[in-house]
């Protein structure tokens, strides 16, 4: 199977597909920082290379509604907002039968955008992980996931961190892998990545 990982560059998920027999590419903006198949640059430049499943986890900047009062305290910030839902907008319109992308809670502007709804949410502590980060799931072609490891213990580490970059890639470490364990829900795809510990996903 053909899979793009799109905004990916630390190659996690793309490894994990290629170690699983799979044909797999990543994409992003940035440099990957592992050896392996990567394309650097708009990932629309290659949305229609004949892919059988995309896992995508566009910017969240200006799409969350946690936000959302930005967009009304610096009205700049419109036309970024614009742009990142024009983006995933492209990306959930894909001519790709199996997709599914990861993104926080977003807000009614940048829906109206896209024009869809997500299609399941999910925590980090259905898997395993003793954290609160709602991450949803939008999904084409594949089966909603189902939790594996249901834990106690639950802190909300990633809500108290300050603003900042490091903040955007724990905020990133659920979705990356969240959307790699959906696919894995089928056997015609990879096996299920039970973790949330992965690092290096762009934002």
């Not at 009614?108 to 259905?126: L, M, N």
Request: glycine fraction near 8%; charged fraction near 25%.
């Amino acid at each position: 199977m053909r899979v793009l990982v799109a905004c990916e560059f630390s190659g996690i998920v793309r490894d994990a597909f290629t170690d699983a027999g799979h044909d797999a590419m990543s994409c992003d903006l940035r440099a990957s920082e592992t050896a392996g198949a990567h394309y650097q640059g708009d990932v629309r430049d290659v949305l229609d290379d004949g892919w059988d499943l995309m896992i995508a986890h566009p910017p969240c900047t200006f799409l969350t509604n946690a936000g959302v009062r930005w967009l009304h305290d610096r009205p700049e910030r419109w036309a970024a907002m614009i742009d990142g839902a024009v983006l995933f907008r492209d990306l959930w319109q894909a001519d790709i039968p199996r997709i599914a992308i990861e993104n926080p809670v977003m807000h009614r502007y940048a829906k109206q955008v896209i024009g869809a709804d997500f299609s399941q949410s999910v925590q980090p502590w259905q898997f395993g992980q003793g954290e609160v980060k709602r991450v949803c799931l939008w999904l084409k072609g594949l089966p909603h996931l189902v939790p594996t490891d249901i834990v106690e213990g639950r802190e909300a580490r990633v809500h108290r961190m300050p603003p900042g970059f490091a903040k955007a890639e724990c905020r990133g470490d659920a979705g990356v892998t969240t959307t790699a364990a959906a696919t894995g829900s089928t056997p015609s795809t990879m096996p299920a990545i039970s973790t949330f510990k992965t690092k290096g996903k762009a934002r």
